[in-house]
């Protein structure tokens, strides 16, 4: 391999986020290359940067809307071939398009945009399908089975692209699957088994949790975020509808809480550490309500309330201080 080609697989890796250029700054002891640049120069390259993606984001969405709104105007004069062509033939040439240019233009955007668009249309074009070809609407296992295989898709072309975007549909969609795939299995009335769907939403949320941990510095960073906030509102949200008619879920949840505060501190994440305390503050004051209200009279609970959450504002903030914001 000359120089040239070793360059070019460099660039490729960084573009992908298999290599960061500060884990390859440090690897090889070189003065980042940007620090001899004029800060202004610097300043306006990472300007022109956000200003491009902000308008990849906004052209995606807008593009995704026109979509939406254009298919359904046109709806009840189309048949079946062109509702399933318009929605999931429309994502899947999408999903080509962009895997086309993650190949050939690595270290654009433009690729991710196009998969974005595509993922956003595939699972409902494929449920369109499904109602097209008059498949049986009674059971769940066709709707489970085919985002089984939207979810395998994405896996498959994650494997091969390594990008962020894909990753998000593959839980996505993955996330949907698992969901259907219990609801398919039970096959009844969902209220009968709402314990069960609650400790399913919390395991879902530890599961996004552990895979946020573990995205931490790869290609996936920019998920971390993400999957740390939905990953907490899942897990305490699930854990919090089980306190209110049992004593033993009230007494766990301040361990549950706690334990997110300690969370926070292990994986530094904000998200984790204010939902944390918004739950905590939710729980204590449904506690007070239920057992103090009446004892106390209403007007001193609130007042304690009140020092509570002045408390508790205070003892999150410096945790962020101490051990996430430094």
Same mark, same amino acid.
């Given at each position: 391999?000359?120089?040239?080609?070793?360059?070019?697989?460099?660039?490729?890796?960084?573009?992908?986020?298999?290599?960061?250029?500060?884990?390859?700054?440090?690897?090889?002891?070189?003065?980042?290359?940007?620090?001899?640049?004029?800060?202004?120069?610097?300043?306006?390259?990472?300007?022109?940067?956000?200003?491009?993606?902000?308008?990849?984001?906004?052209?995606?969405?807008? =593009?995704?809307?026109?979509?939406?709104?254009?298919?359904?105007?046109?709806?009840?004069?189309?048949?079946?071939?062109?509702?399933?062509?318009?929605?999931?033939?429309?994502?899947?040439?999408?999903?080509?398009?962009?895997?086309?240019?993650?190949?050939?233009?690595?270290?654009?955007?433009?690729?991710?945009?196009?998969?974005?668009?595509?993922?956003?249309?595939?699972?409902?074009?494929?449920?369109?399908?499904?109602?097209?070809?008059?498949?049986?609407?009674?059971?769940?296992?066709?709707?489970?089975?085919?985002?089984?295989?939207?979810?395998?898709?994405?896996?498959?072309?994650?494997?091969?692209?390594?990008?962020?975007?894909?990753?998000?549909?593959?839980?996505?969609?993955?996330?949907?699957?698992?969901?259907?795939? =219990?609801?398919?299995?039970?096959?009844?009335?969902?209220?009968?088994?709402?314990?069960?769907?609650?400790?399913?939403?919390?395991?879902?949320?530890?599961?996004?949790?552990?895979?946020?941990?573990?995205?931490?510095?790869?290609?996936?960073?920019?998920?971390?975020?993400?999957?740390?906030?939905?990953?907490?509102?899942?897990?305490?949200?699930?854990?919090?509808?089980?306190?209110?008619?049992?004593?033993?879920?009230?007494?766990?949840?301040?361990?549950?809480?706690?334990?997110?505060?300690?969370?926070?501190?292990?994986?530094?994440?904000?998200?984790?550490?204010?939902?944390?305390?918004?739950?905590?503050?939710?729980?204590?004051?449904?506690?007070?309500?239920?057992?103090?209200?009446?004892?106390?009279?209403?007007?001193?609970?609130? =007042?304690?309330?009140?020092?509570?959450?002045?408390?508790?504002?205070?003892?999150?903030?410096?945790?962020?201080?101490?051990?996430?914001?430094?």
């Amino acid at each position: 391999m000359n120089k040239e080609e070793l360059v070019q697989e460099l660039l490729v890796k960084i573009s992908t986020g298999e290599i960061t250029r500060e884990e390859l700054t440090a690897r090889l002891h070189l003065t980042p290359a940007t620090s001899g640049a004029p800060v202004s120069e610097q300043a306006k390259v990472a300007t022109t940067f956000s200003v491009t993606k902000m308008l990849y984001v906004l052209g995606a969405a807008i =593009v995704v809307v026109g979509v939406v709104i254009f298919v359904s105007q046109i709806w009840n004069d189309t048949g079946s071939f062109e509702r399933i062509a318009m929605t999931l033939g429309l994502g899947l040439v999408l999903a080509g398009a962009g895997s086309t240019l993650l190949k050939s233009r690595p270290q654009e955007s433009i690729g991710t945009v196009f998969h974005f668009i595509g993922g956003m249309l595939i699972p409902g074009g494929a449920v369109v399908t499904l109602s097209e070809i008059n498949v049986d609407s009674v059971s769940l296992w066709p709707v489970a089975l085919t985002f089984g295989v939207i979810f395998a898709f994405y896996l498959l072309l994650n494997s091969v692209h390594k990008n962020s975007i894909l990753t998000f549909f593959s839980i996505a969609n993955g996330t949907a699957f698992v969901y259907l795939l =219990v609801a398919a299995i039970i096959d009844g009335p969902t209220y009968f088994y709402e314990d069960l769907f609650t400790y399913l939403t919390m395991a879902m949320g530890a599961s996004y949790l552990l895979l946020a941990h573990s995205f931490r510095g790869g290609w996936n960073n920019r998920l971390v975020g993400f999957l740390y906030f939905f990953g907490s509102i899942g897990f305490l949200g699930a854990a919090f509808s089980q306190v209110f008619d049992s004593v033993g879920w009230q007494l766990l949840y301040f361990a549950i809480v706690f334990g997110g505060l300690a969370l926070s501190v292990y994986m530094r994440s904000r998200s984790i550490l204010v939902l944390s305390t918004l739950f905590l503050i939710a729980h204590v004051s449904y506690i007070t309500g239920e057992y103090f209200a009446d004892s106390l009279g209403w007007p001193i609970s609130l =007042v304690i309330l009140g020092f509570i959450f002045i408390g508790l504002g205070y003892i999150s903030v410096n945790i962020n201080k101490k051990y996430i914001a430094s």
